[in-house]
Structure formats: C-alpha cells, structure tokens
C-alpha cells in the first residue's frame, strides 16, 4: 500500500502548475483572443484539467498525474498548429511559452521524485 505524505511536504511545482492552469484558462480574455473558438475553448479545457491535477497533486501525490501534465503541456505547445491560431497570434505564442513551462515543471517534479526514492532505497 503506498503511503501518502503529509500536506505539508509537497513540491513547489504542483502549486506553479495550478497558477499557470488559472492563466490558461484566463488566457482567452487576458489576451483578448476569445472570438477565435479553438483557442479559447483549448485554453478554457486544458487550463481547467491542470487546475484539477495540480489540486490532486497537492492532495495527494501519484506519478501518473506529472505524466498527464506533460501530456498536457506538450499539447498546449502543439496545439497553435494542429488547431487553427492564425485569428489569435496572442494565444500562439502564450500556449507554447506555458505548455512548455507545465512540461518543465512536471519533468522536474518527476525527476526530484525518482532523486527522493534513491535517498530512501537502503544500501545494498
């Protein structure tokens, strides 16, 4: 059974990934971008999911939800090429700047991780 730490102890990063999750969100209406639909209905569903995992990551801290972040992230950097952001250059160059921040900022969590399990393994 895996043992969940104390509120306390969580990584700073989750609490960056739910301020970041709030500008993605906000982002249609910060940047003014909101009469182009994919941009802002993208903005609106992947601000709203790294809102939700930052929140169960601060609650209760699993792995699976830093690899979704990524996913996440590498999305949103994608995502000014697979939608159509040619209405809303503001949106184009602010999701890549932020999925590429979620992305880092997951990876490093996933990284100080793997560094704390080394630090708990006993020696051989």
Known sequence: MAVVKP???RHWQDWADL???????LSPWLLSFTEAQAPTVNAIVVGGLIIALSVLAIRHLEA????????LGVWLILSPWLLDYSA???ARSSHVALGLLITLLAASELWEEGQERERERPPP
């Open 19 to 25: 301020m970041l999750g709030m500008l993605i969100l």
């Open 7 to 9: 509120f306390i102890y």
């Open 64 to 71: 699976w939800e830093e690899w979704v972040q990524i996913a």
């Open 88 to 90: 809303a250059n503001g």
